[in-house]
């Protein structure tokens, strides 16, 4: 079997164990070798580095992961493609968990080292997911994530912007956010109905109240076209003068605040 799978490949592959893929899983499995090639650049890896793969799905991106010569450890949730997986890593030193990649799973499989998390993320989960290990999992240094196109555009885009919102303020305050190159959907088996983008997020040194100045996010693009003064009504005490105190206008609209000026607004917050 060559090192990466074409669509004739994950075809005949699939049809021997009997797989179709699962819609309600979002599963939409890389068939293009030269995108593998391309991706696996991206991530930058090699011998000695801690890779974590989050649906590991027909083997071909793991495969060329390991191929690096990085530790490779996939999370699969579909246990229906244990079959295909085994045939597909015949020999290759990957360790497959077929387990939900929660937050948690991530942490624990990566201990005490620093990895790099690479993936063709869900479209329906993968959002939550990422922003999840940012979060989370300080371990986990490096993303370089495909995801739905609008996805990238919002983790990339510039406050005052359509699409800046909440995961645009978590990945900044938490990384660096590098948009790398956008995916026809003919490169997957079966083809979504979107185009994709390859994304690479690098961790950077949080500031100490940046989970404060997220939630005061949350709250404020919960009420998306309320004036701040009136959306961190519930949440603060005395939210004119907190605003005030952090140099925001009251009136103003969340799109409208960058992600610094959450991190100011969390400081005046706290007193």
Do not use: C
Request: glycine residues 8%; charged residues 20%; hydrophobic residues 50%.
């Amino acid at each position: 079997m060559s090192a990466a799978q074409g669509r004739g490949e994950i075809g005949a592959l699939l049809a021997r164990h009997g797989h179709r893929p699962n819609k309600r899983l979002g599963q939409h499995f890389l068939a293009d070798p030269n995108l593998v090639a391309r991706i696996v650049t991206a991530a930058e890896v090699g011998p000695g580095d801690l890779v974590v793969e989050v649906g590991s799905g027909t083997g071909t991106l793991t495969r060329a992961l390991a191929g690096t010569g990085a530790e490779v450890i996939g999370f699969e949730i579909d246990r229906h493609l244990e079959p295909v997986l085994a045939e597909a890593l015949a020999g290759v030193p990957a360790d497959i968990r077929f387990a939900d990649a929660t937050p948690a799973a991530v942490a624990a499989a990566v201990g005490q080292r620093d990895a790099v998390l690479v993936a063709n993320l869900p479209y329906a989960t993968g959002t939550t997911l990422l922003l999840d290990v940012l979060q989370r999992v300080p371990r986990v240094v490096r993303m370089v994530v495909m995801v739905q196109r609008e996805v990238a555009d919002r983790l990339a885009a510039p406050w005052g912007s359509r699409t800046y919102g909440l995961p645009s303020v978590v990945a900044s305050l938490r990384s660096t956010v590098t948009p790398l190159f956008r995916v026809a959907p003919t490169v997957f088996v079966p083809p979504p109905a979107v185009e994709s983008a390859l994304v690479e997020l690098r961790r950077i040194e949080s500031h100490p109240l940046v989970a404060s100045a997220e939630r005061l996010a949350a709250v404020a693009f919960a009420g998306r076209r309320k004036m701040l003064r009136r959306s961190l009504a519930g949440f603060l005490d005395d939210p004119e003068a907190v605003l005030r105190a952090a140099g925001i206008d009251p009136t103003a609209r969340p799109e409208a605040i960058a992600p610094e000026q959450f991190l100011a607004l969390a400081e005046a917050a706290a007193g």
